[in-house]
């Protein structure tokens, strides 16, 4: 009986390991990833509704491991947040973005501006602000190109800290978009505090916006007055549907971005999307 014990243990420990066993794996295969070049950037555009036009596209990271083919963001950022390795994704991101700008602009003299996705924990980093001006300048890229994303959730906790950091990237004419709009808590509050240029609804309301029976409309609908209101730009994220881009369409929203329009690209492929828009404009 004592054996059969020592097994029923050894089998629940293994069994519980699993999970941390991957993420064990990834968090060290993660160090090297960037050195390795496996580190990949897609590219979705936002489209502006009354004109047609691609102004910006966000960019998304990919991690195409050899063992466990592509790895999304949703897995491996939280495993970077998890240490220092974030700043140094973040930092890869912005040099890759400034890179790609300048090809766009010199093949195409397309001038694109183009969103990244910082996390949180950047955010209260004291030489953030030092080091994005230092990556502008040596990539001499402009910072109008350059639009920062940051979720409402990861602002709480670290309110003052975050503020200056918005403040500065404001002076610096860097755009800034409070992403996943609706999901957090303080919404009415973040918004009215001029920090941000830039709001982003986010999906889980789109999902339902063409729903009559569901309350997302209405959400949707005051969401994008406030944002007028208040001066502010708006974006519907995770638009898939022809009933749901016509309810957005119906409520004036200025831009969407979402698979009824494209899927995240490679930079050449959202290039050739970009100029089939020009054309049909
Ligand atoms: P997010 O910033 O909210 O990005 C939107 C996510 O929705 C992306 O997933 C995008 O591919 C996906 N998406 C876009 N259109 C649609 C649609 O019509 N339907 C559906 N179902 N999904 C759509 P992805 O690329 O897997 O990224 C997941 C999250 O990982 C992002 O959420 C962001 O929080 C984070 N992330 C992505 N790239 C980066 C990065 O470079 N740095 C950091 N720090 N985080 C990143
Ligand atoms: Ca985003
Ligand atoms: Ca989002
Ligand atoms: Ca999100």
Known sequence: AKEQGKNN????????NIKSYRTYL??????????????????????????????SAEALIRWNHPKWGTISPAEFIPLAEESDLIIEIDRWVLINVCKQINKWKES????????INFSAQHFI????????????????VDPHLIEIEITETSLLGNEEAVKQTLLQLKEMNIKITLDD???GY?????????LFDIVKIDRSFIQ?????????????????TLAR???????????????????????QCEEVQGYIFSRPQLPDNLLNYILECEEKN
């Not at 243990?9 to 519980?16: E, T």
């Not at 502010?232 to 749901?244: D, I, K």
């Open 9 to 16: 243990y050894s089998v629940y420990h293994s069994g519980m």
């Open 26 to 55: 990834l968090q060290n295969d993660l160090r090297k990833a960037i050195e390795h070049n496996q580190l990949t950037l897609m590219y979705q555009p936002k489209i502006h509704l009354s004109t047609g036009k691609v102004l």
């Open 108 to 115: 195409h003299n397309i001038p694109l501006r183009i969103a």
């Open 125 to 140: 980093q004291r030489n953030l602000i030092k080091e994005i001006e230092q990556i502008l300048k040596d990539y001499n």
């Open 181 to 183: 709009y609706g999901t």
């Open 186 to 194: 303080s919404s009415l509050h973040y918004l009215s505090n001029f």
């Open 208 to 224: 339902d916006v063409a729903n009559k029976e569901k309350n997302s409309r209405a959400i949707v609908e005051s969401i994008i």
């Open 229 to 251: 209101n208040l001066d502010l730009n708006v974006v519907a994220e995770g638009v898939e549907t022809v009933e749901q881009l016509n309810a957005l369409i119906d409520l």
